[in-house]
């Protein structure tokens, strides 16, 4: 067992360790005034619509600019890379339908799935995305007992082409790195575990499958591609080339909960980004967390100690963290929060971090609805 220590940085942040020192915190610069382009996905009671904001290092407003990408019901599923946004909704006609929006290009594309199956009850569990193909897994009721696939939508094809490819667990999670597809899967007919199953890119063939034991929550790439994998009180780093695996065990005092986030969003160092629950750190449920995944540090940031008791209850009214990126230009977190207002606002709140510790909240801007997806365009 590793040893976990404790830091307190200007009563600020808590920062949660691994054999490391104060200086692993600290940013490499203070980070440059440049112009970005923020896109706000926000839950506006139940509907996701989009806000654009323009911003740098000191200053944060809203931007009327319009989008293609037409509002809809929170998805089931969703997943973001770069500026690329999926969204799964299931329909009330035995199918579903995927919207895959481009915020660099404006353009949206939907793509009716699964009305071929003839499964009123099917269930989709993850969806991720490459430039050439769109990835589904799903869960089909209509045999006995349940049977699973992944689908393979080819986005060059015209008529959006697709083949379906059978593995014999249930999948729970998708991640894509060194041009392989990575399903986790759960054994929900015979022993309740989990594994990983390898799917290469080119050919679509399963090369290889791999035992996880038990618990394991959600799959993604690092900044090294390689594969995540999260447990309650570990995770797991598989190499997307060797399909070695080595496990990173902490405390439940010290765990960084990112299984329980679906974020994606990392900074330029690899660090990534994400809702999580402080325990008795703070009264809130979610705050905005990082953890470097190199040197096993843990970052929380406070709302108790960035901000006074009138600014969190009377003038930005925060209830809890509902999305989490980073501007790594301006050396920025973003931070999405729902109001206490009954009806469903939000706002976005930003943080400035630099090369001496200081940790600062700089300002906030109020928003319709509860930040869902937070998008940096430099």
């Known amino acids: 067992m590793k040893t976990y220590k404790i830091f307190f940085a200007l009563c600020v942040l808590?920062?949660?360790?691994?054999?490391?020192?104060?200086?692993?915190?600290?940013?490499?610069?203070?980070?440059?005034?440049?112009?970005?382009?923020?896109?706000?996905?926000?839950?506006?009671?139940?509907?996701?619509?989009?806000?654009?904001?323009?911003?740098?290092?000191?200053?944060?407003?809203?931007?009327?600019?319009?989008?293609?990408l037409v509002p809809k019901a929170v998805p089931q599923l969703h997943y973001s890379s770069g500026a690329v946004f999926l969204q799964y909704h299931k329909n009330d006609t035995c199918s579903g339908t995927i919207t895959k929006h481009d915020f660099e290009t404006d353009q949206s594309t939907e793509i009716v799935v699964f009305e071929d199956l003839n499964d009123c009850n099917l269930t989709a569990t993850a969806i991720v995305q490459t430039d050439e193909a769109i990835y589904i897994s799903y869960v089909l009721t209509n045999t006995n007992p349940n049977s699973y696939g992944i689908r393979v939508i080819d986005m060059s094809a015209a008529d959006f082409s697709f083949v379906d490819i059978s593995i014999d667990k249930k999948p729970i999670d998708l991640a894509i790195a060194n041009e392989r597809l990575f399903i986790l899967t759960f054994d929900e007919q015979i022993t309740d575990e989990n594994g990983v199953v390898v799917m290469e890119l080119a050919d679509n063939s399963l090369i290889h499958e791999k035992a996880l034991g038990y618990d394991a929550r959600r799959i993604f790439r690092n900044a090294q591609d390689n594969v995540i994998v999260g447990y309650d009180e570990l995770h797991g780093n598989l190499n997307s080339e060797t399909l070695a695996i080595s496990y990173t065990q902490y405390e439940d005092e010290t765990a960084p909960k990112f299984a329980f986030s679906s974020s994606r969003n990392f900074d330029s160092q690899g660090v990534l980004y994400y809702p999580s629950d402080p325990g008795t750190n703070s009264t809130y449920p979610l705050v905005a967390s990082?953890?470097?995944?190199?040197?096993?540090?843990?970052?929380?940031?406070?709302?108790?100690?960035?901000?006074?008791?009138?600014?969190?209850?009377?003038?930005?009214?925060?209830?809890?963290?509902?999305?989490?990126n980073f501007d790594n230009e301006n050396r920025l977190v973003l931070v999405g929060y729902e109001k206490i207002e009954g009806e469903k606002k939000g706002g976005l709140l930003r943080i400035k971090l630099n090369s001496t510790n200081e940790i600062t909240a700089i300002d906030n801007i109020d928003l319709d609805g509860v930040p869902f997806e937070i998008f940096v365009q430099q």
């Open 14 to 68: 808590v920062l949660i360790s691994c054999e490391t020192s104060d200086d692993e915190s600290r940013p490499d610069d203070d980070g440059k005034n440049v112009n970005s382009d923020y896109v706000v996905l926000q839950d506006n009671d139940g509907i996701l619509t989009t806000q654009f904001l323009n911003a740098d290092a000191e200053t944060i407003t809203l931007n009327s600019k319009q989008t293609s």
């Open 290 to 324: 990082s953890y470097n995944f190199e040197s096993n540090l843990v970052i929380l940031y406070v709302y108790d100690e960035l901000l006074s008791e009138e600014q969190r209850n009377f003038e930005y009214k925060i209830k809890t963290t509902s999305a989490v």
